[in-house]
């Protein structure tokens, strides 16, 4: 089978190489080339523990404090608010538990998925050194907002997510040294990996597909139509003809799927991060700041402090005043840590109004499959997205119940 996978993201490479293994003629097309995005860019985490979706019930509560500073963890972007709306009510329905708790099980079924599937990759082509098995703690500033928590991390355990309570300022201490003193309480989950570097680790897996005979083209991808029993691309003006199409362009993909008549909520929510070069601190496990919205993660032999929301959209200008501010609060948090020498950053998240990927084939064509919108777990879902679209493209029964994950669920809000 001919089938063409659009982007050359974690998403677009994993994919391309568990159908490339399965013997068929796979072509990579992107614009810019291997892991240019927000597969370069990101954490780096495989946040396997990380079932409790973005919407959660309450949340349009805590918004309005958030939005009040221009630089703290969620930003809206004024000129941008009124072509964000539709999606924001869309994301507001989501919170509400009706619909959270199953976004829960959803979540829980596709990490255990995409965790065995992770483990079979890097035994198949022997890439443990790129991991770190270092775990993960959620710090919280205190002891009420840990206690807030609880009930999800309960939640999180009941989908298989093991965690350990630290409580007290010792036990905090024991896992990860010099946080600042405020700090006593959070939450360490031992089966969140990262990897080395986000960028190497998608670059072998392409280098790993080229061996195997796979193609990757820089081209500009404009439009998707069926003809037949053919699915089309058009790209740079000329037209591919393939068997099979799989969309995997990230924050840009509902551009495309809509060239097929398919409307998809999808939004960007825009990642800002410094990368400090080796020796800024001693870390010695993943930290996410649970109050703040970021995180503080080896990257490479640097640290990389990053993370935060705003939904900007794909064209206003990057911020780099909300790298500047993550940065500054990483220093109050570690303050052994040196912040200079940094490199900053903004990428693309692509992110469903409720917090799900769309793993699905298109409504329009059945030559068409759609991998996008893991907002901020591309990476931790890929492989197992991988193996999903495999059984997509080849008409298998896939290993979990996709049907949350279909590309029609859009068509009520209410």
């Known amino acids: 089978m001919k089938v063409i996978v659009i982007g050359a993201g974690v998403i677009g490479v994993t994919s391309a190489l568990a159908l490339r293994r399965e013997g068929h003629d796979v072509t990579i097309l992107d614009r810019e080339g291997v892991a240019a995005g927000a597969s370069q860019g990101n954490a780096g985490a495989f946040a396997f523990p990380g079932v409790i979706p973005v919407a959660t019930p309450g949340i349009v509560l805590k918004a309005p404090k958030w939005l009040l500073d221009p630089l703290g963890p969620l930003s809206i972007p004024p000129r941008y608010a009124l072509k964000l709306a539709p999606w924001l009510v869309r994301f507001w329905r989501a919170s509400w538990r009706d619909r959270f708790e199953p976004t829960v099980a959803a979540h829980g079924s596709?990490?255990?998925?995409s965790s065995r599937a992770l483990e079979a990759l890097v035994q198949r082509y022997g890439l443990e050194s790129h991991l770190h098995r270092e775990g993960q703690i959620d710090v919280y500033d205190?002891?009420?907002?840990?206690?807030e928590s609880l009930p999800f991390w309960d939640l999180a355990a009941s989908h298989g997510v093991e965690h350990?309570?630290?409580?007290?300022?010792n036990a905090l201490l024991d896992r990860q040294a010099g946080l600042a003193a405020h700090f006593e309480y959070?939450?360490?989950?031992?089966s969140w990996l990262n990897v080395y570097d986000p960028k190497i680790w998608v670059q072998t897996l392409a280098d790993l597909f080229v061996q195997q005979?796979?193609?990757i083209e820089i081209a500009s991808v404009e439009a998707l139509r069926t003809d037949q029993d053919e699915a089309v691309v058009q790209a740079n003006g000329t037209e591919?003809?393939?068997d099979r199409v799989v969309l995997a362009?990230?924050?840009f993909s509902h551009r495309l799927a809509k060239t097929l008549g398919d409307h998809i909520p999808l939004e960007t929510e825009r990642g800002y991060n410094t990368t400090l070069p080796q020796g800024a601190f001693d870390l010695t496990t993943f930290l996410t700041f649970a109050d703040h919205g970021f995180v503080v993660g080896r990257s490479g032999p640097g640290i990389r402090v990053g993370g935060a929301v705003e939904l900007g959209g794909l064209e206003l200008p990057a911020n780099m005043k909300r790298a500047d501010a993550l940065l500054q609060k990483a220093k109050k948090f570690l303050p052994d840590l040196d912040t200079s020498g940094g490199r900053q950053w903004m990428?693309?998240?692509?992110?469903t109004p409720d917090c799900k990927p769309v793993i699905s084939i298109s409504p329009s064509s059945p030559s068409v499959i759609y991998a996008f919108g893991h907002g901020h777990l591309g990476l931790t879902q890929s492989v197992g997205t991988s193996e999903l679209v495999a059984d997509l493209v080849l008409g298998r029964t896939p290993s979990i119940d996709l049907a949350p994950f279909a590309a029609d669920r859009f068509s009520k809000i209410f």
């Open 240 to 242: 591919h003809r393939c």
């Open 164 to 169: 350990e309570r630290l409580e007290g300022r």
């Open 347 to 351: 990428g693309f998240r692509p992110s």
């Open 186 to 190: 959070g939450v360490f989950t031992p």
């Open 213 to 215: 005979g796979g193609k």
């Open 142 to 147: 205190s002891e009420r907002t840990y206690r």
């Open 110 to 113: 596709l990490m255990a998925h």
């Open 249 to 251: 362009a990230g924050a």
